[in-house]
Nanobody, 115 residues
Framework: QVQLVESGGGLVQAGGSLRLSCAAS????????MGWYRQAPGKQRELVAR???????DYANSVKGRFTISRDGAKNTVYLQMNSLKPEDTAVYYC?????????WGKGTLVTVSS
């Protein structure tokens, strides 16, 4: 059974940085896509960043230039380095990973940015 476990969330002041990690287990296959989504209170879940196994990376416009996604393909791990954080980045951040067999989600990690 595939499991994704996020870590690295917390409380940070505006302008600060956090690094999120997501470790996958339960499969010997490399994920086709690994990425991060977030959901702020009262809003829909939205894509933050994602990276394909072939190296294609997409970012939400709101985080371009501030966030960096990276993958360790051998370990099925994905990271999100978040710099210059803003209060509007406050949300629960979810790790997502895709195999041919389906799409998987972590339980989320809370990021709170204070002004």
């Amino acid at each position: 059974q595939v499991q994704l476990v996020e870590s690295g969330g917390g409380l940070v002041q505006a302008g600060g940085s956090l690094r999120l990690s997501c470790a996958a287990s339960g499969t010997i296959f490399r994920f086709n896509v690994m990425g991060w989504y977030r959901q702020a209170p009262g809003k829909q879940r939205e894509l933050v960043a994602r990276a394909t196994i072939g190296g294609k990376i997409d970012y939400a416009n709101s985080v371009k230039g501030r966030f960096t996604i990276s993958r360790d393909g051998a370990k099925n791990t994905v990271y999100l380095q978040m710099n210059s954080l803003k209060p509007e980045d406050t949300a629960v951040y979810y790790c997502n990973a895709e195999l041919k067999t389906g799409s998987y989600w972590g339980k989320g990690t809370l990021v709170t940015v204070s002004s």
